[in-house]
């Protein structure tokens, strides 16, 4: 893309500053010394890990709040000084957007537009545009706390919309979306950058969506490590990025586990049954053995592969976080943890979950995959002992969930899309609370809580509110605390919504090591890269599995972007749209 230059800067920081004191005491800089340029009718991204200073950013540019030092100039005026005027001309989507669920889609948008001043003539306007951009033009008499996620997204983006804004704010507007919501918000924010020449600075946890910007800027603790041209950033790694096959026997995932502790390589990912990893340096032979087989270099670097050589630059590299258990699970019987038949829920007339069948194995890592509102969660509420069955069979570790849910509960460890913790709780209360409603006491209570310290690395934050935790240190306390019991079925409903690159290795080394040991994952992911850790996988929409296998059987199914190699993204919407396309209803439409 190239960025247009015939006007004035949209935003113009330098020197910015700004520091938060965390209830501890502690002061914490958010950005330090930032200085960056974001031009008219331009697309830029703003990536990081967690604490980068992304968010911090965009409220400074909103006027949310004002500079410790430097300058921010929005649309030519001093964000500090005049920050109504800049909220006067401008559309902001937080992460958590302000929609009242229990008001319509039309009366959302109303409010909105009465709050920002929007004129009746520019209602008329507006309104059928806004509907036809984001296909919610059927739905405006749906009540928004009933929309899928991703219909909730592009409904909070119509309402930042709903006074043309000159310039666009958007803090991870794709969070927590299916793939085929992410493709629908991403052709609406290209549309108003290309066609209606809106400037849009965006923050992401997808490094892909980076490569779709005009501009990159890479936070780090609050500083810049760089920014330019997404291509420009990629070619960092060039030189560096090869392909390795897992030898005999090993999976790509085990392979990966294996490269990441060595120390010349910067990153590893599993990709279409092989793993594409960065390596620093001079050719290592540790490598190639661990390989077995040929390294090829691979085709051409990615911004993501840019981005981790500038993480490890500064220091940060995907760690290679082994979880090891006090008791490993212990086989039973066929191996099977998990068989479900004919697997039925309604509520009321609607059918959530449409007899569904799959079985899992001891040790196995399942993915279930689906679009938002495509009955994923509700199966796993089911699976977890938290929502009785309708109709078909339930087993989950050798019980019946028909008849015995609040026993199979002690043999099964949740963590929920949202991270069940308790935000004003310090991380060891949390960690007290959960392992006393797990019925862990005395002695045993005492150990428990000290494996999960020493094990996830949380022993130095133990007297951190919960809510003041970084992502990736969230993510951490909520798979700790459903570890304290020791269950041999763990159930992962979207655990890395949102999280950085590096929270999101960090997550899937603690997973392989438990996999490893004999424990049981069944996970739901947006990040369809990440069903290429699954031995298997799922694909599910309006309550019907739609497609079964590995990830490699799946892949097959994929109708490939021409010039490039088919990837899980490629194939889960293959299969989505034509379901859809020859009548199956779609998630989220009844």
Known sequence: MSVP???????????LRRTFRRDTGETVVALDGVALRAEAGSLTALVGPDGAGKTTFLRLAAGLMA??????????IDAAHEPQRIQDRIGYMPQRFGLYEDLTVQENLDLYADLHGVSAADKRRQYPRLMEMTALGSFTKRLAGNLSGGMKQKLGLACALVREPELLLLDEPTAGVDPLSRQELWQIILHLVGEQRTTVVVSTAYLDEAERCHRAVVLHQGKILAQGAPDEIARLAAGKVFLADPPAGQSARGLQARLLGTPAIVDAVPEGGRVRFIRDGAADARVDALAQVAVAPAPQPRFEDGFMMLLRRAGDRPPSAAVRLDRPPERQGDGIVVDVRDLVRMFGRFTAVDHVSFEVRRGELFGLLGPNGAGKTTTFRMLCGLLPVTGGTLRVAGVDLRRARASARQRIGYLAQKFSLYGDLSVIENLEFFASAYGLRGDRKRARIDWALKQFELADLARVR??????????????????????????????????DPLARREFWQRINALTEQGVTAIVTTHFMEEAEYCD???????????????????????????????TMEDAFITIVEEARAHGHPAAGAA
């Open 536 to 566: 298997r996988v799922a694909i599910i929409d309006a309550g019907r599995i739609l497609a079964q296998g590995t990830p490699a059987e799946v892949r097959a199914r994929a109708r490939p972007q021409e010039g490039r190699e088919a």
């Open 466 to 499: 919960s809510r003041q935790l970084p992502g990736g240190y969230k993510q951490r306390l909520a798979m700790a605390s459903a570890l304290l019991h020791e269950p041999a079925l763990l159930f992962l409903d979207e655990p890395t919504s949102g999280a």
């Open 67 to 76: 500079p410790d030092a430097g300058t921010m100039t929005v649309l030519g």
């Open 5 to 15: 230059v015939d006007r004035a800067p949209a935003i113009t920081a330098d020197g």
